[in-house]
């Protein structure tokens, strides 16, 4: 099935097919990276589905396990939620809570009303060149999740994932 042309400015992405809901990422593999919320609240631990006033999304350059860096893929995506629970599947039902999802996500971009980036592969013959060169993906700059300690995470935090270009 072949997709309409420039259908991310005609279609909201909740009337999006499928086809069209998966070629919106574009592949950055941020959501990948582990982050972890700096709250004052010591006895909140594990996953979340909301964030408080007053705390704070840090991204870390820990890749999940399964995240093949230099490709920005994932090594099991069809079976990512099973293998790792906390993984989150972005839908068109979990759109809303996507505070996790760092500003350059193109869902994060579209739910916003700002279009999707110039280096965008739909924008660039289907090609992450472009965002690779842009430096707006993960290629290589991560460390697997299993090299590194639970508590060392603060020691790897990163501000990267944040910049958004355009």
């Given at each position: 099935?072949?997709?309409?042309?420039?259908?991310?400015?005609?279609?909201?992405?909740?009337?999006?097919?499928d086809a069209e809901w998966e070629a919106v990422?574009?592949?950055?593999?941020k959501c990948c990276l582990n982050k972890f919320?700096?709250?004052?609240?010591?006895?909140?631990?594990?996953?979340?589905?909301?964030?408080?006033?007053?705390?704070?999304?840090?991204?870390?350059?820990?890749?999940?396990?399964?995240?093949?860096?230099?490709?920005?893929?994932?090594?099991?995506?069809?079976?990512?939620?099973?293998?790792?629970?906390?993984?989150?599947?972005?839908?068109?039902?979990?759109?809303?809570?996507?505070?996790?999802?760092?500003?350059?996500?193109?869902?994060?971009?579209?739910?916003?009303?700002?279009?999707?980036?110039?280096?965008?592969?739909?924008?660039?013959?289907?090609?992450?060149?472009?965002?690779?060169?842009?430096?707006?993906?993960?290629?290589?700059?991560?460390?697997?999740?299993?090299?590194?300690?639970?508590?060392d995470f603060e020691d790897h935090i990163v501000?990267?994932?944040?910049?958004?270009?355009?």
């Open positions: 099935m072949s997709l309409a042309e420039k259908f991310w400015e005609t279609k909201s992405l909740m009337e999006m097919s990422c574009d592949g950055c593999a919320i700096d709250d004052e609240d010591e006895e909140a631990e594990g996953p979340t589905d909301f964030i408080r006033e007053g705390e704070t999304v840090h991204f870390t350059n820990i890749a999940c396990q399964y995240l093949n860096s230099n490709k920005c893929e994932c090594d099991c995506y069809e079976l990512r939620t099973v293998l790792v629970p906390d993984c989150v599947k972005l839908t068109k039902e979990n759109l809303k809570d996507i505070f996790f999802m760092p500003t350059s996500c193109s869902y994060r971009r579209l739910q916003e009303g700002r279009g999707l980036p110039s280096w965008h592969p739909l924008l660039n013959g289907g090609k992450k060149s472009l965002m690779h060169k842009k430096q707006m993906s993960v290629r290589n700059k991560t460390i697997s999740e299993r090299a590194v300690h639970i508590n501000t990267w994932p944040l910049n958004d270009l355009d």
